[in-house]
């Protein structure tokens, strides 16, 4: 692993599995999903990985539109890397999910790295009453959907958004195979290190909230790649700061936000994202280390700079 003194903080403000239901502060609404971007960015996250929303609903969204309702204004209002998600939600195509970041070329993007069971429907045990008629059977049917990039996806993700235009990836590895499948494309030569590997614990389906998995995928990833990749690491649910404290200590970096937890401790809902990166920045700077800016991640990671965008 690439180790450095400086802490990459990943911010994901909303994603495509919490409902607007289960929070009310949960961030839906383009205004909502840009304040909530920009006030993270002003806690100290250094990316934002970003997913959008339908307007009139809060349900996920890949369509360009969505995305650019907010994307200027995040850029104008802060110098954070912009991450878009080519992942989307299991309900859309792959075509789907490759519209915003087509449209705004950004300088990262995140891209699963292999296809899982990817079930959420125990997120709404606790929900009393659903706001919205989708809402209910999007989150109790996800125990029978795939999340799915197959070899095929994810040669055309790496082509068409990072040949293309030059934007870096967020490997987002659910197991420790997804490792390998980062290693054969690089031995196939489309994607370049510094690699950032994004270990993701705890979604039914994937990897267990164990430490100790995250401990062997890191061991793996050094076996694979040297030198030449980043680790960075969080949790769903209530394991998130714990892994997030576990990454940094390994000399990685981490990722929080109320795409991957709602709370901010035990049965407290957090009130904002920027809530959760001020906590993770507390956490950071009391193990001794610092918190990168928006410049010095770009220089870790060798992104082309927010002047190359599309938007």
């Not at 949960?26 to 934002?48: F, N």
């Not at 045990?125 to 989150?139: A, L, P």
């Not at 890191?218 to 076996?223: F, I, K, Q, R």
Request: some cysteine; charged content about 25%; proline content about 4%.
């Amino acid at each position: 692993m690439r180790k450095t003194k400086k802490v990459i903080i990943t911010c994901a403000p909303t994603g495509s599995i919490h409902t607007p239901s289960m929070s009310p502060h949960l961030p839906v609404t383009a205004d909502q999903i840009a304040e909530a971007a920009i006030g993270a960015a002003e806690a100290g996250a250094t990316i934002l990985h970003l997913h959008a929303r339908k307007e009139e609903d809060g349900s996920p969204s890949p369509k360009a539109e969505d995305f650019m309702r907010f994307l200027p204004r995040i850029k104008q209002s802060c110098d954070a890397v912009i991450n878009i998600s080519t992942g989307g939600s299991a309900m859309m195509t792959l075509d789907d999910r490759l519209e915003g970041a087509k449209a705004a070329k950004p300088e990262a993007c995140s891209l699963n790295m292999g296809p899982l069971i990817f079930d959420f429907s125990a997120a709404g045990n606790r929900v009393e009453n659903w706001q919205h008629d989708w809402e209910r059977d999007y989150v109790e049917s996800s125990r029978g959907r795939i999340m799915y990039n197959d070899n095929a996806y994810i040669e055309r993700i790496m082509l068409e958004v990072g040949r293309e235009f030059g934007t870096k990836f967020e490997f987002e590895c659910y197991d420790v195979g997804h490792l390998y499948t980062i290693a054969h494309f690089a031995d196939k030569g489309l994607i370049d290190p510094p690699f950032m590997v994004q270990g993701i614990f705890g979604i039914l389906g994937g990897v267990g909230a164990d430490v100790r998995n995250m401990s062997h995928m890191v061991s793996m990833a050094d076996s694979l790649f040297g030198d030449d990749y980043i680790f960075s690491a969080f949790a769903a649910g209530r394991n998130q700061m714990d892994f997030c404290t576990q990454s940094v200590l390994l000399g990685g970096h981490a990722r929080v936000g109320m795409e991957d937890s709602l709370y901010i401790g035990k049965g407290e809902l957090a009130e904002s994202n920027a809530q959760q990166v001020t906590k993770l920045r507390g956490i950071v700077e009391a193990l001794g280390r610092e918190v990168a800016t928006p410049a010095e991640a770009r220089e870790i990671l060798g992104l082309k700079g927010g002047d190359q965008v599309g938007f």
